[in-house]
């Protein structure tokens, strides 16, 4: 535990500046994954700059008919929000199944969103790690790698990001405002989270000093009928070990469109394109559901702990359009 | 061969029996109740240890200037420079003695500062080097290197056998192999301590400890102490199962550090991580029972062969397999327990060390069995009942009421009619199944149990013993324990325990502490009652010693059955238990809602077990690699949906004056079992590897 400076940042243009200006600087919010960090030493910023309390606390809709979701808005406080429980339930349902009452009070949406993997190995300073300490080795390759990546991951790194409102909010294509040094700028969903590749200790495509602001969520009316199954060990306070976003439109028994990410698989959250393109214009059937998952884990590659991924993933797709579809009728 | 049972004096029972709320029930949720680390101390010194980065090996340099240059750092100690402590008997407390590492994760050093902060950060600042050696830290039930205990835990013996189990006839015979996870404790309190060491040799600890006097007397010995001049306070403990109920490492660290800074109390608090290596663990195990009977089920042989760990730096020997040598009749029998001496943190007790993951192979066994026979796993019990003690040929004490408590279970459960056939159930995306196992935990009775009676001005008696309360509601059962000795009200009573000062008492461990305390405390009224009467004057006082074994030749056993019902979901494999049951027979219960919290509360660690707990160790490099409550699952709130317990009504004649068996144990026994048994019931797929998580279930075939 090294120690640091605490400033409490009162605009994000100053909070942007001050971090970009030093090195060992970080941002601080809801601080529910950065303070462990602290603590076990697998962070060791030397400035900590506090961006709980900016102006970025709420939820409005804009004129386009999007809505915006302010970084600083607590998990609890969106997961409850009228609107988002309306327009976007699988949104609501992501964040009821992360973590526990206390930690969704302080855990905000910019902040879920750049928590990093639960990999045992990157949280523990004693053993290798690329993400970690980048050249040092991949602990779990080798080891116990249960929750770990069954698509996408490299030889360098096999963890898997942890959110599970990063994962509704692929499936929904949202888009991160981001103001960095350089000025504000939007960067789709989709390419904000990397593979690991040889890089591993870049989760996101983000730089030292940018600041997510907000989370715009489209104006996407199949959300209404969207669901966020997370399968995990036990009943509530885990991590998925594999979960779905779905969202989709069925008319007379086929399916118009859908929306359909996974989490606990990949490095980022895993949006199935491949299974959303083989079910548009099929029939609504639990054949079709799993032609669809199958085709989408072909190119799985489990490890040794975590074949039964694959199989999970499936099913549990074909369960979360099943239970979608069925609702419709 | 003939029986002598004696009936001992009973208690005439007024308080005891009544389910009085915990005394001190306000001052805990209030915050007010002091737990180790919160006694208040003036200018006390933070600790925070050094641990090995090897499993193996040796030390063979400390750079400690950068940590003692830190401002706010009082003192770094290594083995270079500690106190020198005088017995190494205790090999577990023989701490910064030698350079020698015997597992990943020892304590190789300590910062002493004036805040954790700066002490965890000096601590990081440690640069300690290693000559690694190659280390062994994986159990494989296939290695050539097993070895027999001279005697397991509890000074069970490590073998036995009778008659010839592969001769016995067998129309059915079932021969599996089950395993357990290794598990850790993780009580909600972490060990925690504060030490204060004065000059020439007076030492005071506020401990969170199972047993005052017991770490008392470790810590004398390892440090060559007077134990009159060791002190050690607990009034208040979060939680224990067996991990505070002998002095660790960390005790003998916080000593060492309060040597170095005399006068001034070292405060010492383990992190959760740090816990999966300092202060014990279930062992892992592997069992093989092999069951023989008859076409109608009657038992012909027994076999549970046992493999499991220890550490090399100090043996440990669970007792896994001694659940078989008593619990059904057979003519032939045979349990034998190896161990793998590797390098790893020291295994140690466990709530129920033994009967827990021992009962889990042996029970799911039985239902294995019983589904072989067609018969009804109740039943299938019942014709396998002995009549006397199968491994003394003696009889029970209070007599043995299994098949009462499975028989008031399945009433109380609803479990007839019940259609046998797995996997045929179903609501929905969910299969659902019930299961049934029994339980069973000894009654232990420790020596070495004193207690005093004093009469003070108030007209209040005060009930004094070195006792704890580690959550299991001593401040409230001995209480009420010494109002019918004294035959006062409960009120009446000043109890006075969580202190080595005051008369010696046994552990809190084995499920004893109310018949172990309880026999001293009534010994004591009894003795204060016959000097001096029903009008004492005031500052009367006696004291008396609990009696050694007051029930003469018996077995002394408790039992009961656990119900579970299991939801098992179809495309994910995720297993739900709405709802479990367990019926006990434990002799007379002193206090019905303490009694019933504790049954629960061993339920809910055996669906804990059955469901969630397992720690991982990575063999490459020694250490449990999930130590934290993130990555180390106890059931969850969500897990756990109704349970209740019930007992028979009953007195054990010849246990003690209360009548009493103890509950602390028993309750997480048998529960994987019934759970196991349910999923079985549910899905037709039979785990026999703990714990049942979604994707045992989906390799089994699920899906």
């Given at each position: 535990?090294?120690p640091?400076?605490?400033?409490?940042?009162?605009?994000?243009?100053?909070?942007?500046?001050?971090?970009?200006?030093?090195?060992?600087?970080?941002?601080?919010?809801?601080?529910?994954?950065?303070?462990?960090h602290?603590?076990?030493?697998?962070?060791?910023?030397?400035?900590?700059?506090?961006?709980?309390?900016?102006?970025?606390?709420?939820?409005?809709?804009?004129?386009?008919?999007?809505?915006?979701?302010?970084?600083?808005v607590?998990?609890?406080?969106?997961a409850?929000?009228?609107?988002?429980?309306r327009?976007?339930p699988?949104?609501?349902?992501?964040?009821?199944?992360?973590?526990?009452?206390?930690?969704?009070?302080?855990?905000?949406?910019?902040?879920?969103?750049?928590?990093?993997?639960?990999?045992?190995?990157?949280?523990?300073?004693?053993?290798?790690?690329?993400?970690?300490?980048?050249?040092?080795?991949?602990?779990?390759?080798?080891?116990?790698?249960?929750?770990?990546?069954?698509l996408?991951?490299?030889?360098?790194?096999?963890?898997v990001?942890?959110?599970?409102l990063?994962?509704?909010?692929?499936?929904?294509?949202?888009?991160?405002?981001?103001?960095?040094?350089?000025?504000?700028?939007?960067?789709?969903?989709?390419e904000?989270?990397?593979?690991?590749?040889?890089?591993?200790?870049?989760?996101?495509?983000?730089?030292?000093?940018?600041?997510?602001?907000?989370?715009?969520?489209?104006?996407?009316?199949?959300?209404a009928?969207?669901a966020?199954?997370?399968?995990?060990?036990?009943?509530?306070?885990?991590f998925?070990l594999?979960?779905?976003a779905?969202?989709?439109?069925?008319?007379?028994?086929?399916?118009?469109?859908?929306?359909?990410a996974?989490?606990?698989?990949?490095?980022?959250?895993?949006?199935?394109?491949?299974a959303?393109?083989?079910?548009?214009?099929?029939?609504?059937?639990?054949t079709?559901?799993?032609?669809?998952?199958?085709?989408?884990?072909?190119?799985?590659?489990?490890?040794?702990?975590?074949?039964?991924?694959?199989?999970l993933?499936?099913?549990?797709?074909?369960a979360?359009?099943?239970?979608?579809?069925?609702?419709?009728? | 061969?003939?029986?002598?049972?004696?009936?001992?004096?009973?208690?005439?029972?007024?308080?005891?029996?009544?389910?009085?709320?915990?005394?001190?029930?306000?001052?805990?949720?209030?915050?007010?109740a002091?737990?180790?680390?919160?006694?208040?101390?003036?200018?006390?010194?933070?600790?925070?240890?050094?641990?090995?980065?090897?499993?193996?090996?040796?030390?063979?340099?400390?750079?400690?200037a950068?940590?003692?240059?830190?401002?706010?750092v009082?003192?770094?100690?290594?083995?270079?420079?500690?106190?020198?402590?005088?017995?190494?008997?205790?090999?577990?407390?023989?701490?910064?003695?030698?350079?020698?590492?015997?597992?990943?994760?020892?304590?190789?050093?300590?910062?002493?500062?004036?805040?954790?902060?700066?002490?965890?950060?000096?601590?990081?600042?440690?640069?300690?080097?290693?000559?690694?050696?190659?280390?062994?830290?994986?159990?494989?039930?296939?290695?050539?290197?097993?070895?027999?205990?001279?005697?397991l835990?509890?000074?069970?013996p490590?073998?036995?056998?009778?008659?010839?189990?592969?001769?016995?006839?067998?129309?059915?015979?079932i021969?599996?192999?089950?395993?357990?996870p290794?598990?850790?404790?993780?009580?909600?309190?972490?060990?925690?301590?504060?030490?204060?060491?004065?000059?020439?040799?007076?030492?005071?600890l506020?401990?969170?400890?199972?047993?005052?006097?017991?770490?008392?007397?470790?810590?004398?010995?390892?440090?060559?102490?007077?134990?009159g001049?060791?002190?050690?306070?607990?009034?208040?403990v979060?939680?224990?199962?067996?991990?505070?109920?002998?002095a660790?490492?960390?005790?003998?660290?916080?000593?060492?550090?309060?040597?170095?800074?005399p006068?001034?109390?070292?405060?010492?608090?383990?992190?959760?991580?740090?816990m999966?290596?300092?202060?014990g663990?279930?062992?892992?195990?592997?069992?093989h029972?092999?069951?023989?009977?008859?076409?109608?089920?009657?038992?012909?042989?027994?076999?549970?062969?046992?493999?499991?760990?220890?550490?090399?730096l100090?043996?440990?020997?669970?007792?896994?397999?001694?659940?078989?040598r008593?619990m059904?009749?057979?003519?032939?029998?045979?349990?034998?327990?190896?161990?793998?001496r590797?390098?790893?943190?020291?295994?140690?007790?466990?709530?129920?060390?033994?009967?827990?993951?021992?009962?889990?192979?042996?029970?799911?066994a039985?239902?294995?069995?019983?589904v072989?026979c067609?018969?009804?796993?109740?039943?299938?019990?019942?014709?396998?009942?002995?009549?006397?003690?199968?491994?003394?040929?003696?009889?029970?004490?209070?007599?043995?009421?299994?098949?009462?408590?499975?028989?008031?279970?399945?009433?109380?459960?609803?479990?007839?009619?019940?259609?046998?056939?797995?996997?045929?159930r179903?609501?929905?995306?969910?299969?659902?199944?019930?299961?049934v196992?029994?339980?069973?935990?000894p009654?232990?009775?420790?020596?070495?149990?004193?207690?005093?009676?004093?009469?003070?001005?108030?007209?209040?008696?005060?009930?004094?013993?070195?006792?704890?309360?580690?959550?299991?509601?001593?401040?409230?059962?001995?209480?009420?324990?010494?109002?019918?000795?004294?035959?006062?009200?409960v009120?009446?009573?000043?109890?006075?325990?969580?202190?080595?000062?005051?008369?010696?008492?046994?552990?809190?461990g084995g499920?004893?502490?109310?018949?172990?305390?309880?026999?001293?405390?009534?010994?004591?009224?009894?003795?204060?009652?016959?000097?001096?009467?029903?009008?004492?004057?005031?500052?009367?006082?006696?004291?008396?010693?609990?009696?050694?074994?007051p029930?003469?030749?018996?077995?002394?056993?408790s039992?009961?059955?656990?119900?579970?019902?299991?939801?098992?979901?179809?495309?994910?494999?995720?297993?739900?238990?709405p709802?479990?049951?367990?019926?006990?027979?434990?002799?007379?219960?002193?206090?019905?809602?303490?009694?019933?919290?504790?049954?629960?509360?061993?339920?809910?660690?055996?669906?804990?077990?059955?469901?969630?707990?397992?720690?991982?160790?990575?063999?490459?490099?020694?250490?449990?690699?999930?130590h934290?409550?993130?990555?180390?699952?106890?059931?969850?709130?969500?897990?756990?949906?109704?349970?209740?317990?019930?007992w028979?009504?009953?007195?054990?004649?010849?246990?003690?004056?209360?009548?009493?068996?103890?509950?602390?144990?028993?309750?997480?026994v048998?529960?994987?079992a019934?759970?196991?048994?349910?999923?079985?019931?549910?899905?037709?797929?039979?785990?026999?590897d703990?714990?049942?998580?979604?994707?045992?279930?989906?390799?089994?075939?699920?899906?």
């Amino acid at each position: 535990m090294n120690p640091f400076e605490y400033r409490r940042a009162m605009d994000a243009t100053a909070a942007v500046a001050l971090v970009t200006e030093h090195p060992g600087a970080a941002f601080l919010a809801g601080g529910t994954n950065l303070v462990d960090h602290l603590k076990l030493g697998v962070a060791r910023p030397d400035l900590l700059v506090d961006v709980s309390r900016l102006p970025l606390d709420t939820i409005s809709s804009l004129p386009d008919g999007r809505v915006r979701v302010g970084a600083a808005v607590r998990n609890s406080d969106l997961a409850a929000d009228p609107l988002i429980r309306r327009r976007y339930p699988m949104l609501s349902a992501a964040l009821l199944a992360g973590a526990s009452g206390q930690l969704r009070n302080l855990a905000t949406t910019g902040g879920n969103l750049l928590q990093r993997t639960r990999c045992v190995y990157f949280q523990d300073v004693t053993t290798p790690c690329n993400k970690r300490e980048p050249g040092s080795g991949c602990s779990a390759l080798e080891g116990y790698n249960r929750g770990h990546a069954i698509l996408g991951a490299s030889e360098q790194c096999v963890a898997v990001h942890p959110s599970d409102l990063a994962v509704a909010l692929t499936a929904l294509e949202a888009e991160v405002q981001v103001l960095g040094p350089a000025g504000e700028r939007t960067i789709p969903i989709g390419e904000l989270y990397r593979l690991p590749g040889d890089a591993p200790e870049r989760d996101t495509v983000l730089s030292h000093g940018d600041l997510i602001t907000a989370v715009d969520l489209p104006e996407l009316p199949m959300a209404a009928c969207s669901a966020y199954r997370k399968v995990r060990d036990r009943a509530s306070y885990a991590f998925a070990l594999v979960s779905v976003a779905a969202a989709v439109d069925v008319a007379d028994g086929v399916i118009r469109d859908v929306r359909i990410a996974f989490g606990g698989v990949a490095h980022r959250p895993w949006r199935a394109t491949r299974a959303e393109q083989l079910l548009r214009g099929e029939p609504a059937t639990e054949t079709a559901f799993a032609a669809a998952a199958h085709a989408e884990l072909a190119p799985a590659r489990p490890l040794a702990h975590n074949a039964f991924k694959v199989p999970l993933a499936a099913s549990t797709l074909v369960a979360t359009l099943r239970g979608l579809t069925e609702e419709g009728r | 061969m003939t029986t002598e049972l004696v009936t001992v004096d009973l208690l005439h029972f007024h308080a005891i029996g009544v389910p009085l709320e915990r005394a001190d029930g306000t001052i805990k949720v209030t915050g007010r109740a002091p737990y180790a680390f919160e006694h208040p101390v003036t200018e006390p010194v933070y600790l925070h240890p050094v641990q090995a980065t090897v499993a193996r090996g040796r030390v063979t340099g400390a750079d400690t200037a950068a940590a003692r240059a830190l401002p706010g750092v009082i003192a770094v100690l290594t083995h270079e420079n500690a106190p020198r402590m005088v017995s190494g008997d205790d090999p577990e407390l023989w701490v910064l003695q030698s350079t020698e590492i015997a597992f990943r994760g020892q304590f190789v050093g300590a910062v002493l500062a004036e805040t954790l902060e700066v002490a965890r950060h000096a601590a990081d600042l440690v640069r300690m080097e290693y000559e690694n050696l190659p280390h062994d830290a994986e159990l494989d039930p296939r290695r050539d290197d097993l070895y027999a205990p001279d005697v397991l835990n509890a000074g069970y013996p490590t073998d036995t056998a009778e008659g010839d189990v592969d001769a016995a006839p067998a129309a059915v015979t079932i021969d599996r192999t089950y395993r357990t996870p290794m598990e850790h404790n993780n009580p909600m309190e972490p060990h925690a301590v504060i030490a204060l060491w004065a000059e020439p040799g007076e030492l005071l600890l506020y401990d969170s400890s199972q047993g005052v006097h017991r770490v008392r007397g470790a810590l004398a010995t390892a440090f060559g102490l007077d134990p009159g001049r060791v002190r050690v306070v607990s009034p208040y403990v979060g939680g224990g199962f067996g991990s505070k109920g002998s002095a660790h490492a960390h005790h003998a660290l916080a000593v060492l550090a309060a040597q170095a800074v005399p006068g001034r109390p070292v405060k010492f608090a383990l992190t959760r991580q740090q816990m999966f290596s300092q202060v014990g663990y279930r062992t892992p195990t592997v069992q093989h029972v092999r069951l023989s009977a008859t076409a109608d089920g009657r038992l012909t042989a027994i076999s549970h062969e046992v493999v499991e760990q220890t550490a090399r730096l100090k043996e440990f020997a669970e007792q896994t397999a001694v659940c078989s040598r008593m619990m059904y009749t057979a003519p032939n029998r045979r349990t034998s327990h190896r161990l793998a001496r590797l390098d790893v943190p020291v295994p140690a007790w466990m709530r129920a060390p033994g009967e827990a993951p021992g009962m889990f192979a042996a029970e799911v066994a039985m239902d294995e069995l019983a589904v072989a026979c067609g018969l009804d796993p109740i039943e299938l019990r019942a014709r396998n009942e002995p009549g006397t003690d199968p491994v003394t040929g003696r009889p029970w004490s209070g007599g043995r009421h299994l098949v009462e408590c499975l028989r008031e279970g399945a009433r109380r459960f609803g479990w007839d009619p019940r259609d046998p056939t797995p996997g045929v159930r179903r609501d929905g995306e969910w299969l659902v199944g019930t299961g049934v196992a029994a339980s069973t935990y000894p009654r232990h009775l420790l020596p070495g149990n004193r207690a005093t009676v004093r009469y003070t001005p108030d007209g209040r008696y005060s009930v004094l013993i070195g006792a704890v309360d580690i959550g299991t509601g001593t401040w409230t059962t001995l209480a009420q324990i010494a109002a019918d000795a004294l035959e006062v009200p409960v009120g009446a009573v000043a109890l006075e325990i969580g202190d080595s000062d005051l008369p010696q008492a046994s552990v809190a461990g084995g499920s004893s502490g109310m018949s172990s305390w309880g026999s001293a405390v009534v010994a004591a009224a009894r003795a204060f009652r016959a000097r001096y009467g029903e009008g004492p004057p005031v500052g009367a006082e006696a004291s008396a010693e609990a009696p050694a074994e007051p029930g003469g030749d018996f077995a002394a056993d408790s039992f009961g059955a656990q119900f579970a019902e299991v939801r098992v979901n179809a495309d994910t494999g995720e297993v739900r238990v709405p709802r479990m049951l367990g019926v006990f027979s434990a002799g007379k219960i002193i206090n019905p809602r303490t009694a019933r919290s504790q049954f629960i509360g061993g339920m809910i660690m055996g669906l804990s077990a059955a469901l969630h707990e397992e720690s991982v160790l990575d063999p490459r490099f020694g250490h449990v690699v999930n130590h934290d409550f993130a990555d180390y699952h106890i059931a969850a709130c969500a897990d756990v949906v109704d349970i209740d317990a019930a007992w028979l009504e009953e007195v054990d004649p010849h246990a003690n004056p209360m009548g009493s068996r103890g509950i602390g144990e028993i309750g997480i026994v048998g529960a994987p079992a019934a759970i196991a048994n349910a999923v079985h019931h549910a899905t037709g797929i039979r785990v026999r590897d703990l714990p049942i998580t979604p994707d045992r279930l989906l390799t089994h075939g699920l899906l």
